[in-house]
């Protein structure tokens, strides 16, 4: 496998991961104050969106060892609620 196909198996596992956080932290910061008072955030974006890419890839990463395969549907369903809860975490939703 050259380093050019590598980067693009690479860059496709990954992808998820990228997009969800991004998609996390814009929604979180768009409908915040419909649910909670407009406070400031402990992070800024780019640390919060850093923070669930890193959550999301473990997952995907993990996903692939442990199934053998990527793009299993187990994965993504825990890609979505292993990244939801970091974000959540992020928050401080357990103190609300």
Avoid: E
Wanted: aromatic content about 12%; charged content about 10%; hydrophobic content about 60%.
């Amino acid at each position: 496998m050259t380093a050019y196909l590598l980067a693009g198996h690479l860059l496709n596992l990954l992808a998820p991961a990228a997009l969800i956080a991004l998609l996390l932290v814009a929604f979180s910061r768009l409908f915040s104050g419909f649910f909670t008072s407009n406070k400031a955030f402990p992070h800024s974006w780019r640390a919060q969106a850093a923070i669930n890419f890193v959550v999301g890839s473990a997952v995907l990463v993990a996903g692939l060892v442990l199934l053998g395969r990527d793009g299993k549907m187990l994965t993504y369903v825990l890609l979505v609620f292993a990244m939801a809860a970091s974000q959540w975490c992020q928050l401080g939703g357990w103190k609300r």
